[in-house]
């Protein structure tokens, strides 16, 4: 009985350890396929549990087993690693900072109040609401009162937008990446005499298929016209690694607002193992990170993101 529970034990494990390196190498094919793209989003998970495997593989003298298991977790970590630490521009002074406060309200989502407290707790001067139905404008009405400037675009469903804004908002636009996309919010900031063009988007899922690769194509295609210093932040149902996440960054000279994201992340709310950092923001050259934070649960499946940011004293430089 022994050797036959050893025995289902290592049948167990190697089968682990090969399905976890199949689901590792097939989300390398998320450049040719944006269903692909969704194994990306667990990389992280797959090397944990590909070390535990490894491990339970030493245990029961499957050696085999045990070394392969370490090799694809160090291939996921290889990918995940160095989007943990990208180089951070010198932040702008306090005076000319901008905080926004994002949520993905999450469409269904009821707890109207929760969302009204975290406003008035976090007292950002810019919000970005995502998910934004008719009936979540109505019940937030009272808590956004105090935000005058506004760019709305609320609609049934997953992808209705809001932009609320204390500071006064110039040339705010409705756009859609590409033109038969979901709606997005473009404005612009005056930050001590520097203009900031900020972009608040909802990125479909990659369940979506070809609309996903092409919000993030289109992206790339406006960056010339947006404006030197730009801050594209938004639910991007993409994780960094992945590459329509790289292709923006690179392609659009942007980086990821976010260097610590150890065991960070914003989805799902409900789930601490399976988190992933989709809620992001795509900062350019001269826009400096002063703090980023991730705020508590308000009934949504995404947290919400708090990030200050400004123009950087290179930046202001004559």
Known sequence: MGRRIVRGLTVATRGAVWLLGALTLLAFLDRFSSY???LTFFRFQYAVLLVLAAAAAFALRAPRAALAGLVFAGVNMAVVAPTWVSPRVEGAPASGSLELLLLNL???NDQHADVAHLIDETDPDVIGLIELTPTWADALARALASFPHRQLSPEAGAYGIGLYSRLKLHQPTVARFPREGPASIVARFDLDGIPLTLVITHVHTPFAGDIHRQQFDALVD???RLGEHLAICGDLNAVPWSSSFRHLASTADLRDSDDVRWFEGSWPSWSVFLRVPI????LSDGVGV??????????????PLTIRFGISGAARAP
Do not use: I, Y
């Open 36 to 38: 692909m793209e969704l």
């Open 222 to 224: 406006a960056r010339e």
């Open 106 to 108: 999450e469409a269904a």
């Open 290 to 303: 002063l703090e980023q934070t991730h705020g508590p649960e308000v009934g949504s499946d995404h947290f």
């Open 279 to 282: 809620d992001n923001c795509l």
